[in-house]
């Protein structure tokens, strides 16, 4: 208890190092050569401590914290130092073939020493990120249920309906910063997986401290349980969710209000709520009605567009002109493709000056149905209604491309080998340099891979893909793809928010992220026909990113953490967590 009575874990927190949230016990503030207490509940010692993934250090830990925490004939003799400890597990990791059974190795990993596990998700990030992201958490997530060991997350199901901020209370951490929520129904390409979507908001945060530098402590995984209407999870006697078809009206209504203002009311206004593979229909409501209240954002929708648009915004010094003098055809008209289309026009808008519904003239979009045109106005979902031009109806996206004459083509649809040889053969055939962009995850969903790009147009494709892709050489040049992921935006994003103490989203902001991002892109990189930086960067390119979203917070008015740091990038960076071993008194 505090002086005045009042409880020290009801105080309000205060905003401090390591991405803005309060470092009670200096752990994160601590130099490498400065002690710290490996505090739980009480101080953590013994076969306690080696089984704490917060503060375990496995045989890192030194002669004298064995003596000090009653360690001794718990571990084998040997002291490794954690570089050391990166070489075996790197070692070891490289041993299985099975991109499974690496994704497993890492989790168990994040279980047992958690520093460690960021240790060498920073240090190996181009080559573990397909391993806890895109493309093998889709297969993670397809198989959840059969490699489920230990709950990772909060789960939330109509079991706790009337409860939820209880639930809430039951998660060990209290200074929450991020909370990446899904509901399983739209998992990548992949579709209704239920509770086993869990492992989308996991891996997300893990990006978030490992890309992004937000502390572990301060990232929750959520997953809302409403039941499932994949027939395979239903008679699956290991599934691990609710068995029962998916709740849908007023009863997902209610229950998803219900989580919403328990998290605002358990952590307050300046949480981060990230929305994570909903159903378009879900996904669209959602955000336009929390967006006014939260602060919220939806990486499918946003996130991609922010990504997308940097590609773009870069690529242009490959193909030239401006974003207005490009022509825009996307396959694809759900979440991803109508919000990139959404954040395209919106920046053709602040260039040109022009209004936005002249801006997106220039882009247009093909679905299931075909190309959406004025005369399906009455067929059309909400959100696809801005992009019904005046056009006469075409059936498919070979006579689209043809028709429109795109200079920019941008596959969103989810449904693999869509961009045949005849689509990007008559893309070259009138632009010298088509841009062509296969979004969809994971890679067997991509719309061509990149081999089909180059070698179908010649070599003269820019080439990008939501997956990664190997280079390709192609008459004795090597071309290197890009990659459109996600992974460069929210991490960087979400920090800008959380040190400036935005309350609320902005779309400048995230204009603000794309142009943060295109600026990273460097000569070098253009010279293999790249349009995105490397990723051995990316905590400094999440630096730019955060610096240039937070300056926008404080231009707009959206800010509340004043005064405002002289030099955000700086700040940005000083904020970041270091996955390095503290040493314990």
């Known amino acids: 208890m505090a002086s005045n009575g009042v409880s020290v874990l009801d105080m309000e927190k205060k905003s401090g190092v390591g991405g803005g949230v309060e470092d009670v016990y200096g752990e994160d503030s601590a130099t490498e050569d400065q002690l710290v207490t490996p505090w739980t509940v009480s101080v953590a010692s013994g076969y306690t401590l080696l089984r704490d993934p917060h503060h375990n250090k496995g045989l890192a830990f030194s002669e004298k914290e064995r003596d000090a925490h009653y360690l001794r004939g718990l571990l084998p003799p040997a002291v490794l130092d954690q570089d050391l400890q990166e070489k075996r597990l790197m070692h070891n990791l490289r041993q299985y073939e099975v991109p499974l059974q690496r994704y497993m190795a890492m989790m168990d990993l ?74 399983g129904e739209r998992i990548l390409g992949l579709g209704d997986l239920g509770c086993q979507g869990m492992g989308i908001p996991v891996g997300k945060l893990s990006l978030y401290t490992a890309l992004g530098g937000l502390r572990p ?50 952590y307050g206004e300046k949480v981060l709520i990230q929305f994570e593979d909903f159903a378009n229909h879900n996904a669209f409501e959602l955000l336009s009605k929390y967006s006014r209240t939260h602060l919220v954002f939806n990486d499918d929708i946003q996130g991609t567009a922010s990504v997308v648009l940097a590609g773009l915004i870069a690529a242009l010094k490959l193909v030239g002109g401006s974003l207005a003098e490009h022509t825009f055809l996307f396959l694809g008209a759900g979440e991803a493709g109508t919000g990139i289309a959404e954040l395209i026009a919106l920046e053709i808008s602040k260039q040109t000056r022009a209004p ?58 989810g449904v693999g080998k869509t961009f045949t040889k005849e689509v990007v053969e008559a893309m070259t055939a009138f632009n010298e340099k088509p841009l062509i962009l296969a979004l969809s995850n994971p890679t067997s969903q991509s719309e061509c891979t990149a081999e089909e790009a180059y070698t179908w147009s010649k070599g003269r494709a820019i080439f990008a893909s939501g997956s990664p892709f190997d280079p390709v050489e192609y008459n004795g040049k090597l071309f290197v793809p890009g990659q459109a992921n996600n992974a460069y935006i929210f991490p960087g994003f979400g920090l800008g928010l959380i040190i400036s103490g935005a309350i609320r989203v902005h779309d400048d902001m995230l204009l603000a992220a794309s142009e943060a991002l295109a600026a990273q892109v460097t000569e070098e990189n253009y010279d293999k026909g790249l349009i995105y930086p490397p990723f051995r960067n990316i905590r400094k390119i ?6 240039n979203v937070a300056a926008k917070a404080y231009q707009l008015g959206l800010a509340s953490r004043l005064p405002r740091p002289q030099n955000l990038f700086q700040y940005a960076e000083s904020c970041m967590y270091s996955p390095l071993y503290r040493s314990y008194r």
Not at 150 to 156: D, E, F, S, V
Not at 219 to 248: M, S
């Open 542 to 547: 999440s630096a730019h990113i955060a610096a």
């Open 217 to 266: 402590s301060a990232c929750l995984p959520v997953t809302i349980d409403v039941g499932t209407n994949n027939e395979q999870l239903l008679k699956d006697e290991f599934y691990i969710g609710l068995k029962q078809r998916r709740a849908t009206g007023q009863e997902y209504a209610e229950l998803l209000h219900e989580f919403m203002c328990a998290v605002k009311q358990n």
């Open 110 to 183: 994040q279980e047992r020493n958690e520093r460690l596990f960021y240790k060498l998700l920073i240090d190996n990030v181009e080559e573990l990120l397909p391993v806890v992201y895109t493309p093998t958490v889709g297969e993670a997530c397809q198989k959840y249920g059969s490699i489920f060991r230990r709950p990772q997350g909060l789960y939330i199901s109509l079991k706790e309906k009337g409860k939820i901020l209880e639930v809430l209370k039951n998660w060990p951490e209290r200074s929450i910063q991020v909370i990446v929520v899904t509901d």
């Open 356 to 413: 936005l519904e002249e801006a997106r003239k220039k882009i247009w979009l093909v679905d299931s149905k075909g190309l959406i045109v004025h005369s399906r106005m009455e067929s059309l979902q909400q959100f696809k209604k801005p992009w019904a031009h005046e056009h006469k109806p075409i059936s498919s996206l070979l006579d689209a491309v043809k028709s429109i004459k795109p200079t920019v083509l941008i596959g969103s649809s």
